[in-house]
């Protein structure tokens, strides 16, 4: 069974251009996560979908980030402008569902990004 | 503030050693606990997922969970080399739709 997929791997601009970053999740899970991780601190949530529908992104910087997922199935976050602080790494995640105790959630690789 | 607080290491323990991993929350109602070990460049793999009182053992790992107390533990038996990573806590809060909490990580050095 492939895991979660996300691309690019690695991605490098200069600030103030637009990023976006891509998910497909694990076949058959409901539930997708966008979080950002920062160097040395564990993963943060942006963003919650349940099939198409967000249903947590208060975490979501909303003046520049964006998120989309159209037929509940894969999913793109974008940044218009980046800024010096988006230079990060993005994870996705999947779990089947989030409702109930049971909320294992896996990760993609992750996309690095580098704003100069 | 909903908080989960690990030591962040490293820990240094040499091969074939137990290693104990530690982490508090502070969120009285949560309801599922995991560990996710992250090698450096690498994304976060979930290796152990706990729910209720008491202790999960899978492999050489095993999970100890105290609601009581607000602590989950992960123990790492026979440590080896390849074990050296970060390792994250994670707790889910039932009233966000089990968002994910996680801590900053410990560091685990395997010494040969």
């Known amino acids: 069974e492939a895991g979660v997929v996300q691309s690019p791997r690695y991605k490098i601009i200069e600030k103030k251009q637009p990023v976006a970053f891509w998910c497909n999740p694990i076949s058959g899970h409901n539930t997708l996560y966008w979080y950002l991780q920062n160097l040395g601190q564990g993963p943060e949530l942006l963003i919650r979908?349940?099939?198409?529908?967000?249903?947590?992104d208060s975490q979501l910087p909303k003046d520049r980030f964006s998120a989309e997922r159209l037929k509940g199935v894969d999913s793109t976050l974008k940044i218009q402008p980046a800024e010096l602080g988006d230079s990060a790494v993005y994870l996705c995640?999947?779990?089947?569902?989030?409702?109930?105790?049971?909320?294992?959630?896996?990760f993609g690789p992750g996309t690095r990004l580098t704003v100069l | 503030q909903k908080e989960v607080e690990q030591n962040s290491g490293p820990l240094s323990v040499p091969e074939g050693a137990i290693a104990s991993l530690n982490c508090t929350y502070s969120d009285r109602v949560s309801q599922s606990f995991f560990w996710y070990r992250q090698y450096s460049g690498k994304s976060p793999e979930l290796i152990m997922s706990i729910y209720s009182n008491g202790d999960k053992e899978d492999g050489r790992f095993t999970a100890q969970l105290n609601k009581a107390s607000q602590y989950v533990s992960l123990l790492i038996r026979d440590s080896q080399p390849s074990d050296s990573a970060t390792y994250l806590c994670?707790?889910?809060?039932?009233?966000?739709?089990?968002?994910?909490?996680f801590g900053a990580g410990t560091i685990l050095r395997v010494k040969s």
């Open positions: 994670a707790v889910g809060l039932m009233e966000y739709g089990n968002k994910l909490v």
């Open positions: 979908y349940e099939n198409e529908e967000a249903v947590d």
């Open positions: 995640a999947s779990s089947l569902r989030a409702g109930g105790p049971h909320n294992e959630q896996f």
